[in-house]
């Protein structure tokens, strides 16, 4: 997470609800961040996990990363990998739970007011520096607000209303992670960022940020975990 004056932080308070999600296609290897909406079930961008690439959670422990398979992937009907903007959302269904330590985060379903200036937080395991590998695989955050010209399903993101290519960036790593609500108590989770086309890609950092807002999406959030729970769990893809 590269944000402008350097205003990103590592954030150990989020470890209990965001993991690392990895993928490998072929040759060719991914990162993404996810949300924790259930001890096995993680919420992170579509591009991260659709297709056939095999994906994997990980998260940090004792100094070294332990790795957790993926079972079932529900990737939102309104995505697209050939648009420029659609509902890059996704869900992931873990072979077994999560440690207790983790902890599910709610959604918003329409009660997180949506407004220009809204403050909201922002975590990734992303890179810090572009080109940089070694300065990815730290959980951090920033806190940024909503900027002009809202959109139903969708939230641009800055640290400011006259955001510029130095005022945020969505990173390699970034991308899936959650928008959540600030202040005291229990966070509730806004939307998901995605980086795409100019808003960044898998080989350098985007510029003004771009997430999918949940509160629309609430309903497919729901029909998914509920067939989930009803299913018996598949092998591992």
Do not use: N
């Not at 997470?1 to 308070?13: E, I, V």
């Not at 992931?92 to 379903?109: C, G, Q, V």
Request: aromatic letters at 6%; hydrophobic letters at 40%; charged letters at 20%.
């Amino acid at each position: 997470l590269a944000l402008g004056g350097g205003q990103s932080q590592g954030d150990s308070t989020l470890l209990p609800h965001v993991v690392m999600v990895l993928s490998r296609e072929g040759t060719r290897h991914g990162a993404c961040t996810g949300t924790i909406l259930a001890r096995d079930v993680v919420l992170t961008a579509a591009h991260c996990v659709a297709g056939t690439k095999q994906v994997v959670v990980a998260y940090p422990e004792a100094g070294s990363h332990v790795l957790q398979r993926v079972t079932s992937r529900a990737i939102h009907p309104g995505f697209s990998g050939k648009a420029r903007v659609s509902l890059d959302l996704a869900l992931i269904r873990l072979e077994s739970p999560l440690p207790a330590r983790f902890i599910p985060l709610p959604f918003d379903r329409g009660e997180v007011e949506h407004r220009v200036g809204a403050t909201h937080l922002i975590a990734g395991y992303g890179l810090q520096r572009e080109g940089d590998e070694t300065s990815a695989g730290t959980l951090r955050s920033a806190t940024v607000g909503v900027l002009p010209r809202l959109f139903p399903r969708f939230l641009r993101i800055g640290t400011a209303p006259s955001a510029d290519l130095s005022d945020i960036a969505i990173c390699t790593g970034d991308s899936g992670g959650p928008v959540l609500t600030t202040g005291f108590g229990s966070r509730t989770v806004v939307g998901v960022v995605y980086g795409r086309e100019s808003f960044g890609d898998a080989r350098s950092c985007g510029t003004i940020g771009q997430a999918v807002r949940l509160a629309p999406q609430a309903g497919w959030i729901d029909q998914t975990l509920a067939r989930w729970s009803g299913e018996a769990r598949p092998r591992p893809t």
